[in-house]
């Protein structure tokens, strides 16, 4: 093939799930059957790469200063909603029902990897909980050892502040069957029950 149909293959690959083949499939589609929807996808992509930037109170993607949520002044300031990046924030908001704040971290604590407290941004987390009518802190990070990891550093930065520091509830899915449940998730279903 070219060299440029080449690099084109090799610069798809950078995407989660993205192989050789699929990458290949996707070059040949765009040259072949669609080449104004190509250069679509190229400007829309430089544009956004070049457009896009942290927010400055919650750390998530925006084109402004502020987040279209920061901006919101019918989002409820009590409440914070820690989590990892955000595709996190979308899945919340998809599922509705929390109405305050985020603060994005942009990954987890990971010492292997070279990963601090300062490349998360939790000094501005603790700042804007400091600054604001804040009452809890929801840490809605994965259930990994690194996301652990990450919840127990910024609760005990947080719990001098005297607010509530809360974690989601994790444990069976709606739907599912006991038999079918890993030990780890009835374990922690069962110690986060609640009274009905």
């Known amino acids: 093939m070219s060299p440029l149909i080449d690099q084109l293959i090799e610069a798809l690959r950078i995407l ?37 930037d942290h ?10 200063d502020l987040c279209s949520i920061c901006e919101n002044p019918a989002r409820n300031d009590t409440e914070i909603c820690v989590v990892e990046n955000p595709a996190d924030v979308i899945a919340i908001e998809q599922a509705g029902g929390f109405r305050g704040r985020y603060f994005v971290l942009m990954g987890h604590l990971s010492p292997i990897d070279g990963i601090g407290p300062d490349d998360l941004g939790i000094e501005v987390l603790v700042e804007n909980v400091k600054s604001g009518p804040v009452e809890e802190v929801i840490l809605a990070v994965n259930l990994t ?24 509830a994790h444990g069976i899915p709606v739907g599912g069957e006991l038999e079918y449940i890993d030990g780890s998730t009835i374990a922690h279903a069962l110690e986060g029950r609640k009274k009905i």
Do not use: D, F, W
Request: positive net charge; proline residues 6%.
């Open 55 to 64: 927010c400055k109170k919650c750390r998530n993607l925006t084109e402004n």
């Open 16 to 52: 989660p799930g993205v192989g050789p083949r699929s990458a290949q499939r996707m070059v040949l589609h765009l040259l072949e059957k669609n080449p104004e929807g190509g250069l679509n996808l190229a400007n829309c992509l430089k544009a956004t790469i070049e457009g896009v």
């Open 145 to 168: 050892v690194e996301g652990e990891a990450t919840a127990h550093y910024i609760s005990e930065l947080l719990r001098p502040l005297n607010i509530i520091i809360s974690r989601l």
